[in-house]
């Protein structure tokens, strides 16, 4: 049987639910010089963010802008999804859904959320504890948050790498991959 990597366990709240500052004072951040193309301007300014959440150890970058405040922003946006796929915080019983998904989940169970909003982190970051709590099944975790599998799933797909470490998951326990 395929092993997967397993996920970071840390407990609540989740990491990409925190406020920005709250979350940098979690991190360790360094500034650097990027690669590639764009002029002597980007060889000589360090301009490259990089981020290391100290407790979980997922680390994100961003450099291809040309300020640091840019970079900056783009950086910790990139660790709210990291730290959303690849950290696992647990579940209560009982209701569960944040105040968040409540405010974002439609009457007929549909999420609007575009995968370049800032909510979106903490919502995936919901939705994958809620179907790692579910046993991985998709169909009892969104029973659990009140919306459509159908939802669940595509707001999974929006963050491609978040669906495979689900499928990933799903292959160890011997269960069919996502599509």
Known sequence: MPTAREPIYLAPPHPSCLDEAELLSQCDLTKGRSGGPGGQHRNKVETLVRL????SGVDAHAGERRSAIENRAVAI???RLAL???VRTPVSSGEIRSELWLKRCTRDGK???NPGHADYPALLAEALNVIWNSGLDPKKAALR???SMSQLVKLIKDHPHALVRLNEARRAA???TLK
């Open 52 to 55: 290391h959440h100290a407790p």
């Open 77 to 79: 946006f990139r660790l």
């Open 84 to 86: 959303a796929t690849e």
């Open 111 to 113: 999420l609007p959320v």
């Open 145 to 147: 948050l009140c919306c």
């Open 174 to 176: 011997a269960l069919h």
